[in-house]
Nanobody, 127 residues
Framework: QVQLVESGGGLVQAGGSLRLSCAASGRTLSNRVMGWFRQAPGKEREFVATITRSGGNTYYADSVKGRFTCSRDNAKNTAYLQMNSLKPEDTAVYYC????????????????????WGQGTQVTVSS
Protein backbone atom coordinates (compact mmCIF):
# COMPACT_ATOMS: atom_id res chain seq x y z
CA GLN A 1 0.00 0.00 0.00
CA VAL A 2 1.20 3.52 -0.82
CA GLN A 3 0.13 6.54 1.17
CA LEU A 4 0.51 9.92 -0.50
CA VAL A 5 0.38 13.31 1.19
CA GLU A 6 0.38 16.55 -0.79
CA SER A 7 1.54 19.87 0.60
CA GLY A 8 2.46 23.32 -0.64
CA GLY A 9 -0.90 24.61 -1.75
CA GLY A 10 -2.17 28.03 -0.81
CA LEU A 11 -3.33 31.41 -2.02
CA VAL A 12 -1.21 33.25 -4.56
CA GLN A 13 -1.70 36.20 -6.88
CA ALA A 14 -1.85 35.75 -10.63
CA GLY A 15 1.66 35.50 -12.02
CA GLY A 16 3.00 33.97 -8.85
CA SER A 17 4.46 30.56 -8.15
CA LEU A 18 3.85 27.60 -5.88
CA ARG A 19 5.64 24.30 -5.43
CA LEU A 20 3.56 21.28 -4.52
CA SER A 21 5.12 18.25 -2.88
CA CYS A 22 3.81 14.71 -2.76
CA ALA A 23 5.45 12.58 -0.09
CA ALA A 24 4.96 8.84 -0.07
CA SER A 25 5.11 6.28 2.68
CA GLY A 26 4.52 2.58 2.82
CA ARG A 27 6.22 1.64 -0.44
CA THR A 28 8.87 3.08 -2.69
CA LEU A 29 7.84 5.35 -5.55
CA SER A 30 10.91 4.57 -7.60
CA ASN A 31 9.18 1.90 -9.69
CA ARG A 32 5.95 3.84 -10.19
CA VAL A 33 4.77 6.50 -12.57
CA MET A 34 3.64 9.66 -10.80
CA GLY A 35 0.90 11.97 -11.94
CA TRP A 36 -0.71 15.24 -10.98
CA PHE A 37 -4.39 16.03 -11.49
CA ARG A 38 -6.65 18.88 -10.48
CA GLN A 39 -10.32 19.48 -9.91
CA ALA A 40 -11.89 22.90 -10.04
CA PRO A 41 -15.30 23.60 -8.46
CA GLY A 42 -18.09 22.19 -10.58
CA LYS A 43 -15.70 20.50 -12.98
CA GLU A 44 -14.36 17.00 -13.44
CA ARG A 45 -10.88 16.09 -12.35
CA GLU A 46 -8.37 16.66 -15.14
CA PHE A 47 -4.85 15.58 -15.95
CA VAL A 48 -2.06 18.07 -15.31
CA ALA A 49 1.32 16.31 -15.52
CA THR A 50 3.05 12.96 -15.31
CA ILE A 51 6.62 11.76 -14.88
CA THR A 52 8.33 8.44 -15.56
CA ARG A 53 9.85 6.25 -12.86
CA SER A 54 13.32 7.67 -13.30
CA GLY A 55 12.18 11.22 -13.87
CA GLY A 56 13.74 11.23 -17.30
CA ASN A 57 10.55 12.00 -19.17
CA THR A 58 7.54 14.16 -18.45
CA TYR A 59 4.27 14.98 -20.18
CA TYR A 60 1.94 17.91 -19.57
CA ALA A 61 -1.55 19.06 -20.35
CA ASP A 62 -1.55 21.82 -22.96
CA SER A 63 -3.05 24.22 -20.44
CA VAL A 64 0.03 24.08 -18.19
CA LYS A 65 2.81 23.34 -20.67
CA GLY A 66 5.67 25.79 -20.31
CA ARG A 67 4.46 26.97 -16.90
CA PHE A 68 4.46 23.82 -14.75
CA THR A 69 7.35 21.43 -14.17
CA CYS A 70 7.00 17.96 -12.72
CA SER A 71 9.99 16.37 -10.98
CA ARG A 72 10.77 13.68 -8.46
CA ASP A 73 13.39 12.65 -5.93
CA ASN A 74 13.23 8.89 -5.55
CA ALA A 75 15.74 8.97 -2.71
CA LYS A 76 13.25 11.09 -0.75
CA ASN A 77 10.22 9.19 -2.07
CA THR A 78 8.74 12.51 -3.12
CA ALA A 79 7.34 14.07 -6.27
CA TYR A 80 7.02 17.76 -6.99
CA LEU A 81 4.99 20.11 -9.15
CA GLN A 82 6.54 23.53 -9.69
CA MET A 83 3.86 25.94 -10.86
CA ASN A 84 4.92 29.28 -12.32
CA SER A 85 3.00 32.10 -14.00
CA LEU A 86 -0.15 30.98 -12.24
CA LYS A 87 -3.51 32.07 -13.59
CA PRO A 88 -6.91 32.31 -11.89
CA GLU A 89 -8.04 29.37 -14.02
CA ASP A 90 -5.41 27.22 -12.29
CA THR A 91 -7.48 27.43 -9.11
CA ALA A 92 -8.37 23.87 -8.07
CA VAL A 93 -7.67 21.08 -5.66
CA TYR A 94 -4.49 19.40 -6.82
CA TYR A 95 -3.95 15.67 -6.38
CA CYS A 96 -0.89 13.53 -6.82
CA UNK A 97 -1.21 9.91 -7.83
CA UNK A 98 1.03 6.87 -8.08
CA UNK A 99 0.67 3.96 -10.44
CA UNK A 100 1.09 0.30 -9.65
CA UNK A 101 4.59 -1.00 -10.24
CA UNK A 102 5.69 -0.53 -13.84
CA UNK A 103 8.74 -1.76 -15.71
CA UNK A 104 9.02 0.61 -18.62
CA UNK A 105 9.72 4.26 -19.24
CA UNK A 106 6.14 5.32 -19.63
CA UNK A 107 4.01 8.25 -18.61
CA UNK A 108 0.33 8.00 -17.75
CA UNK A 109 -2.27 10.69 -18.37
CA UNK A 110 -5.37 8.64 -17.56
CA UNK A 111 -6.54 8.74 -13.97
CA UNK A 112 -8.03 5.25 -14.16
CA UNK A 113 -4.51 3.85 -14.47
CA UNK A 114 -3.40 5.27 -11.14
CA UNK A 115 -3.80 3.10 -8.07
CA UNK A 116 -2.98 5.47 -5.22
CA TRP A 117 -4.09 9.04 -4.58
CA GLY A 118 -3.32 11.78 -2.11
CA GLN A 119 -5.99 13.74 -0.28
CA GLY A 120 -5.46 16.87 -2.35
CA THR A 121 -4.21 20.37 -1.64
CA GLN A 122 -6.05 23.58 -2.48
CA VAL A 123 -4.45 26.07 -4.85
CA THR A 124 -6.20 29.42 -5.21
CA VAL A 125 -4.98 32.04 -7.65
CA SER A 126 -6.41 35.52 -7.25
CA SER A 127 -6.65 38.00 -10.11
Amino acid sequence: QVQLVESGGGLVQAGGSLRLSCAASGRTLSNRVMGWFRQAPGKEREFVATITRSGGNTYYADSVKGRFTCSRDNAKNTAYLQMNSLKPEDTAVYYCAASRIVYGASTIDSEVKYAYWGQGTQVTVSS
